[in-house]
C-alpha cells in the first residue's frame, strides 16, 4: 500500500530564510507523481508543484523547489525567501492508480516570523 | 480560467437532518472527486465520479453518497447526520483522473458543523 510520512509537525522560519518541508513515501508502483500542497487557515488546497517518478530533473515553481531523491524515496519541498504569507499547512500528496485517490501524509504547519 | 467552486461555504445543520452540498470542476475537467477533512483524521477520500458515474469509493458509509451530472458538476449528500460528520469538505477536479501526473485542483471547501 502507497504511505505518505511526513514527521514535521510544525516548522518556524524567519522572514526571507529558506525552509525544507520533509516527505517520504512508500509504494510498489514504477511510475508515480508526488505533489505538494499548501493550505491556509481558510481551507482551500492550494497545488504548489509535482515531481514525476521519471523526471530527471527536480520540479522548481517560483520560490518553491522539490528536493527529489528517489532512491531514498524522499521528496522534500523547499521553500526559498520565505513570507509572511507563507505560514499554512504543507501537505504532501500521491496519488493512488488503484482507487485514483490522492494520499495524504498528515501535514506540517509552518509559521512564517518577521 | 475559474477555479473549482464550492457551495455552500458553511452550514450548520442539527443531528438526523441531510445535507447536500454542490461542486463545480474547472471548465473541461471531467473527473470530480470528494475528501472529508477532520483534525482527527486527516484527508480521508470519499469518492470520485467521472462522465457521470461513480468510478471509485472510499471507506464511508452509505449515509455519504454522490452523483454527477452531465456539465460535470457534482453533488455529494450525507444523510441522517451524525456530530462526527462535522468537517471540511473538499472536492477537487482534474481533467480524466486515472493518471498518475494528473493534479487535482481543489475547490475552497464547505465546513459543516453539525449541532
Known amino acids: 500500500a502507497q504511505k505518505i510520512t511526513q514527521t514535521q509537525p510544525g516548522m518556524f522560519v524567519q522572514e526571507k530564510e529558506a525552509v525544507t518541508l520533509d516527505c517520504t513515501y512508500d509504494t510498489s508502483d514504477p511510475s508515480y507523481g508526488l505533489f505538494w500542497y499548501k493550505q491556509p487557515s481558510s481551507g482551500e488546497m492550494i497545488f504548489l508543484i509535482y515531481q514525476g517518478s521519471y523526471d530527471q530533473q527536480n520540479a522548481t515553481e517560483g520560490r518553491y523547489s522539490l528536493n527529489f531523491q528517489k532512491a531514498r524515496k524522499s521528496a522534500n519541498l523547499v521553500i526559498s525567501a520565505s513570507q509572511l504569507g507563507d505560514s499554512a499547512m504543507y501537505f504532501c500528496a500521491m496519488r493512488d492508480l488503484n482507487t485514483d485517490k490522492l494520499i495524504f501524509g498528515t501535514g506540517t504547519r509552518l509559521q512564517v516570523f518577521p | 480560467k475559474a477555479g473549482v467552486t464550492q457551495t455552500p461555504r458553511y452550514l450548520i445543520k442539527t443531528r438526523g437532518q441531510q445535507v447536500t452540498l454542490s461542486c463545480s470542476p474547472i471548465?473541461?475537467?471531467?473527473?470530480v472527486s470528494w475528501y472529508q477533512q477532520t483534525p482527527g483524521q486527516g484527508l480521508q477520500f470519499l469518492f470520485e465520479?467521472?462522465?457521470?458515474?461513480?468510478?471509485n469509493k472510499g471507506n464511508f458509509p452509505g449515509r455519504f453518497s454522490g452523483r454527477q451530472f452531465s456539465n460535470s458538476r457534482s453533488e455529494m449528500n450525507v444523510s441522517t447526520l451524525e456530530l462526527g460528520d462535522s468537517a471540511l469538505y473538499l472536492c477537487?477536479?482534474?481533467?480524466?483522473?486515472?493518471?498518475?501526473?494528473?493534479?487535482?485542483?481543489f475547490g475552497p471547501g464547505t465546513r459543516l458543523l453539525v449541532l
Open positions: 477537487a477536479s482534474s481533467l480524466v483522473g486515472g493518471r498518475p501526473e494528473e493534479t487535482q485542483y
Open positions: 465520479y467521472f462522465s457521470e458515474t461513480q468510478r
Open positions: 471548465s473541461g475537467h471531467r473527473s
